[in-house]
């Protein structure tokens, strides 16, 4: 990497190993992982767009009937807002919260990937996330999944929208 990174813990230590994923602290010294490639980052969207669609399902179903009833009416205005909202919650519970609480969704856990800042801390900006998570993303995906592609290119492995949020993800499996 291009210049020193601040040390985090005291030279010499190391994660420990619990289970097939590694235990954080706040205190560990994340310059010592490898950003993860274009595929671990693939597999963990893949796994996180099917578990979040599941959500998203759950959450609309009982919604369903009274925007019908909203739109027939001729609340337009209003269908519409709430129908914002109602597809803006499956975001906020599966992508934003879990990756500002813990650096990662359940997909990344099963991958073995975080998300951390750019200058390898892991606490997370709440405006970052947000910006990562929700803009940054729809950004990816407008550009026909180019900002998505830029993880498998440069040298952290960065995505759109990992530029955009100053963020890097890092894998943390054992290898």
């Known amino acids: 990497m291009k210049g020193a990174l601040p040390q985090l813990v005291e030279p010499g230590r190391r994660p420990v190993a619990m289970g ?89 856990k099963i991958v073995g990937i975080r998300v951390i800042r750019a200058n390898c801390q892991p606490d997370l900006d709440p405006s970052a996330v947000i910006l990562r998570e929700t803009v940054g993303k729809l950004l990816s995906f407008i550009l026909l999944l180019g900002g998505f592609i830029m993880a498998a290119f440069g040298e952290r492995k960065r995505a759109l929208h990992d530029h955009l949020a100053g963020t890097v993800v890092i894998s943390y499996r054992e290898r």
């Not at 009416?73 to 599966?94: K, T």
Request: a negative charge; charged letters at 15%; one cysteine or more.
């Open 20 to 108: 097939p994923a590694l235990h954080h602290d706040r205190r560990e010294d994340f310059t010592v992982y490898q950003p993860a490639g274009f595929w671990l980052r693939y597999c963990a969207l893949t796994l996180d767009g099917s578990l979040s669609t599941s959500i998203g399902v759950l959450i609309q179903m009982p919604f369903e009937r009274p925007l019908e009833k909203m739109h027939a009416f001729g609340h337009d205005l209003r269908y519409f807002i709430v129908s914002v909202l109602i597809e803006a919650l499956p975001v906020l519970l599966y992508f934003v919260f879990p990756t500002l609480l813990w650096g990662q969704t359940l997909g990344k």
